[in-house]
């Protein structure tokens, strides 16, 4: 045996000459390795679709657009005028009040008015209701004056007589009439009044700012 044989071969791939036994490595290693590469190109494809039609089914063009716009959204100024410097609602002291009883139960028009007298109203004229709406109103009472009064002395006034009508007519002076129906019984107890007149006057919330 040569000395230029390998080890353990004996002289099976004896070498002679200038020709060598070639060495080869085992294939099975290179068909796991691609194997796996195969695999993990598998599943990197299936994870992409995966997530691409959660994005779809989930609005992910949305989302993405309002979050851009969450950017450039600035939070809503704050509202500086109130109602009482607006001058939206006049007070009690301010309105001028003429009661008229339109039913047949007689001194309701003045104990109704001295109620009134005392809760701040000033009182006008205090007597019997006019033709055209004696035993004519159905209902507890009727709150007749100037197209002015709807945002001005009506809602104030009703604070004191749930369940009023009102009506407008033309006359040009601040004054109103509260005209006694057949369903009134008296006016709301003081507390649930004076509670419904701060209701009335306290600020309004500002509405809830939106992008």
């Not at 070498?15 to 691609?34: H, K, N, Q």
């Not at 001058?87 to 309105?95: D, T, W, Y």
């Not at 004519?136 to 002395?153: D, F, I, N, W, Y």
Request: proline fraction near 9%; hydrophobic fraction near 40%.
């Amino acid at each position: 045996m040569s000395m230029l044989t390998p080890p353990g071969m004996g002289g099976k791939y004896r070498i002679t000459g200038d020709t060598y036994p070639r060495m080869r490595r085992p294939r099975r290693r290179r068909r796991i390795v691609l194997a796996s590469l195969a695999a993990v190109v598998v599943l990197g494809a299936a994870g992409w679709g995966t997530m691409q039609l959660v994005d779809v089914f989930s609005g992910g063009d949305d989302t993405k657009a309002k979050a851009a716009r969450g950017t450039d959204c600035k939070p809503a100024a704050k509202p500086t005028a109130t109602p009482a410097a607006a001058g939206a609602l006049p007070k009690p002291a301010q309105i001028t009040v003429n009661v008229y009883n339109a039913t047949p139960r007689g001194g309701l028009a003045k104990s109704t008015a001295d109620e009134l007298k005392k809760r701040g109203f000033v009182i006008g004229k205090v007597g019997n209701a006019p033709a055209a709406y004696d035993k004519k109103v159905p209902g507890s009472a009727l709150l007749l004056g100037a197209p002015a009064a709807a945002k001005g002395a009506f809602p104030v006034l009703g604070t004191q007589l749930k369940g009023a009508t009102t009506k407008m007519d033309a006359r040009t002076t601040a004054d109103v009439d509260l005209i006694i129906g057949t369903a009134f019984k008296t006016l709301d107890p003081k507390t649930t009044a004076d509670a419904a007149l701060v209701a009335l006057n306290a600020p309004k919330p500002a509405p809830a700012h939106k992008c």
